[in-house]
């Protein structure tokens, strides 16, 4: 039983977080993932993401953090607007809206995000979306990574005309948010 005064939680397979209001983040649930080292006592953040078995967040002045089983406590450079854990990658918006994305321990194929600005990401397993910012392709998603190029499932890109506002992506499933409020998913 935990509680604590936070803004956002972000859950994993096994564990929770929560990113307070003082902007300390506090952890809870499986205790082997490494999900509270030391290091991190002092360190505010603006935003927290989860994966199955680690964690990232933009700390106060933009940087990105990653932690956990499969992400040993490093730092991204850059400064971050929005970040996205997905099984073995994470992938961010810069402050200048383009993408930025990294393996954490294995190569899935969405260490290669496309160019251009974006406004939101969202990452599953083996790949990643985004919506595009600005030019005649603006809210328009994106995506890449292998279970895209190989997987089964039909994910949104940049030939479609439906635009979107937000996306949510877990395991080999996504979520995505229309203009006017409602729902549309892919995957399982």
């Known amino acids: 039983n935990v509680c604590i005064p936070a803004n956002t939680i972000a859950a994993g397979a096994g564990f929770a977080c929560g990113l ?3 902007g300390h983040v506090k952890c809870w649930g499986d205790s082997t993932l490494g999900l509270s080292p030391a290091g991190l006592s002092n360190v505010l953040f603006k935003s927290i993401t989860a ?3 680690f964690m990232c967040g933009i700390r106060d002045n933009g940087l990105a ?3 956990g089983a499969n992400a040993p406590l490093s730092v991204k450079g850059g400064v971050f607007y929005a970040l996205a ?3 073995e990658h994470v992938c961010g918006i810069k402050a200048n ?4 994305c990294w393996t954490t321990y294995n190569g899935d194929g969405t260490d290669s995000p496309p160019t251009g600005t974006y406004s939101a990401v969202g990452s599953g397993s083996a790949f990643s979306c985004a919506i595009v910012q600005g ?5 328009r998603g994106t995506c890449w990574g292998t279970q895209v190029d190989g997987g089964v499932f039909t ?6 005309t439906q635009t979107y506002t937000q996306m949510h992506g877990a395991g080999i499933g996504f979520l995505t948010l229309l203009p006017d409020g409602t729902a549309r998913t892919w995957g399982k």
């Open 20 to 22: 307070q209001t003082d």
């Open 51 to 53: 994966a199955p078995d």
């Open 65 to 67: 953090y990653c932690w």
């Open 85 to 87: 854990a997905g099984e």
């Open 97 to 100: 809206r383009t993408l930025d």
């Open 135 to 139: 030019g005649s392709n603006n809210g």
């Open 155 to 160: 994910f949104p890109k940049t030939s479609d």
